[in-house]
């Protein structure tokens, strides 16, 4: 592990400024006052915070900005330590330069807080340390001044004393808790002499073991009653569970029947709708097919179409002059016929009737004599008169009808001419089809009424065509219609798969399946009323006996829990047993360890002189040089002395954290010869192949010994 920088935002006398470390030896140097101590406790600081020496290290200008920040590299993570001291907010950060920085912590975190607010920090502390507690890691990582010349057993006192407590301290402290929770359990010791007052869980446990067999050996006792109401019990038992068995098996055929059935509608409705929406796909075809032929009929009678109601009225009206003009032709032919029949009687039958009337009157008037001649005579006149009179009553009135039928006839032909006229002249304004087919209208009428009914016709298909979707919709529904006959279909053959006796389902069995579910209704209904009655009596009977019972089941939980107690009891006791002989063990083993150690680096250190270093239980360094044996400390030469405690210190603080911790020294040679610091140079550079360490130092002379590898680093005081 090593310090990275040490950035001092505003601490002390710093501003905005920052101390960059490397791994291996650091020498800071600088003149008094420059801030060499007060950059050691800005890392014990911001590690820790302060309870109540804060004030030390505020900036000058004030509480505005009180800040600063430590990075670790931890077996090649970085971890950026950063605390605010007005607020006490703590960040902790993981590669926070590398571009991929990860928060760890970001809270309030007073050292004077709860304990629980600062567990996760604190355990964190300890992940990266070994340790958590603020006074040993200051005495374990930092050497002031002096301490390397002063005495063992005054400089080290703090560090032995954790090292030689922190086993020690934390077993008699789990020891302790042990004991307790032992004495809870029993008021025995493993020896069996009575060691507390009052009776414990263990004897409490005991008593009331013996209370309950004393009863249950004295209340045990059975009855045919119960035993029969049991065996009833259980037949009703199983009966009701067979009619629940048989209730859920027809409820779920009644459940699927009825989505089966349901499934059958559907699937009969789908194809009721998918023949209907074929046969209206057909009815669009035939429709479009019939409109396609209509069209064709249509164009072939577009000439005759076009014509009006109004130009078959006009002809209509030339058909009916055209019958006029025909009828006033016969209707003059007729008079013309009747002009001629009117022939006036020829004077001839007049002049012979006047002749034989003569006649009669001379041979009357020679033969006849008397009053019959006179008779016969005037019969004659009168008939002669007669007839001349007819004569010329005839010939008036045929006279007379020969005028009239004469003007008749002259205006009927005017009337007829005129008639000619006119009708020639709206023949012209007629159009060609009627005009040429004047005197076969009817044709042309039923052209145009066979025109007027495809008409209608095609109407009519459009209609059909209008009310029926376009065939790409039709076909999309009928897919969508056979892709749900094919669900309904899958659907039901998976319902008569599960349950076969519905593949020939119908209403009836549906009715049938109704049937068993309430009858199976009825029999749980009956059976609960049984049972209810049954464990009535089975109360009433059995009230002793379930006390017994619950005693032997009170016994067995209060055997359970007396052999769970006497175990942890037991295991209790072991463990103090093995506790104290770890603690032992640790302490025996640590002194070999730390003496190993020590014996390691100062042998290196003195170049052989010194073959071994043994440990006392107090932790006191004895080395064994290899002519002399067993060296007395104060006989040592004081730069032997300090290289031993430095190697000793290295050695303790690799026992306490398990890590290479760096190790930083505040001027710890101000007054040492320069002997005595060449020795304890070499020793530093020695120790920096495997620790970090960082000496901060006001002397100069340092920096020029031959031989020194080590990053040099300048601090200079601050400026008034």
Partial sequence: MNIIRVRLSAFGHFQDAQVA????????????????????????????????????????????????????????????????????????????????????????????????????????????????????????????????????????????????GSASRDSDRVLKALENQYYDLTRFDPEGRKRMKKPRLMEKLNEQLQSLREDIASARQTSERHNRIASELAGTREELSQARNELGLQSRIIELGEELLHLKEQIEEHERRHKGLYQEMLQRRESEDKLGRIENDLQELSDVAKLTTTDFESAGKLLATRENLDRNKVADDDLQKKL????????????????TCVVLGVLSAVFVSGSLKWFIMAILAIGLLGVWAWYSTQRGRVLSERRRIEEQLAATKTNYQDMRNAYTEDLNRLPEPVRDSIDDLDAIRGKLNRAKELTLEREGARSIIKTIPPANEIESALSKIAREIDVSKARSESIIQEQPLLSNMDSENLRQARQKRDAAKETIERCQETLMSLERES??????????????????????????????????????????????????????????????????????????????????????????????????????????????????????????????LDDPLVHTDALRKRAMMDLLMRISSRHQVILLTHDETIAGFPGLQANILRLKPPVD
């Fill in 21 to 164: 470390f490397e791994p291996g030896l650091n020498l800071v140097l600088g003149p008094n006052e420059a801030g060499k101590s007060t950059v050691v406790e800005a890392i014990f600081g911001v590690l820790f915070g302060y309870k109540s020496d804060r004030e030390r290290f505020m900036p000058k200008a004030g509480p505005g900005d009180y800040q600063a920040g430590v990075t670790f590299d931890v077996d090649g993570r970085q971890i950026s330590f950063t605390r605010d001291f007005i607020s006490n907010r703590v960040l902790v950060a993981e590669n926070p330069e590398a571009g991929r920085e990860k928060i760890l912590i970001n809270e309030k975190l007073s050292p004077t807080g709860k304990a629980s607010d600062r567990a996760p920090y604190m355990q964190l502390v300890q992940e990266l340390f070994g340790f958590t507690d603020p006074e040993l890691f200051r005495a374990v990582t930092m050497v002031g001044q002096e301490e390397l010349y002063s005495s063992w057993k005054q400089a080290s006192l703090q560090i032995r004393s954790l090292l030689a």
């Fill in 340 to 355: 001629d029949r009117q022939v006036a009687p020829k004077p001839l039958l007049q002049v012979g009737i006047s002749l």
């Fill in 539 to 664: 109360g009433a009977s059995s009230a002793e006996l379930m006390d017994i019972e619950a005693s032997c089941e009170e016994t067995v939980v209060l055997e359970e829990q007396l052999a769970r107690v006497t175990k942890r009891r037991d295991a209790l006791l072991l463990a103090m047993e093995i506790l104290e002989k770890a603690a032992e063990e640790f302490r025996q083993t640590s002194v070999e360890r730390i003496g190993d150690s020590v014996s390691e680096m100062f042998t290196a250190a003195t170049s052989g002189r010194y073959i071994d270093v043994t440990m006392d239980e107090s932790y006191n360094p004895i080395p064994v040089q290899r002519d002399l044996g067993p060296m007395d400390l104060a006989l040592l030469s004081a730069g032997t002395r300090d290289q031993l405690y430095l190697a000793s210190r290295m050695a303790i603080v690799k026992e306490l954290s398990g890590r290479d911790l760096p190790l930083i």
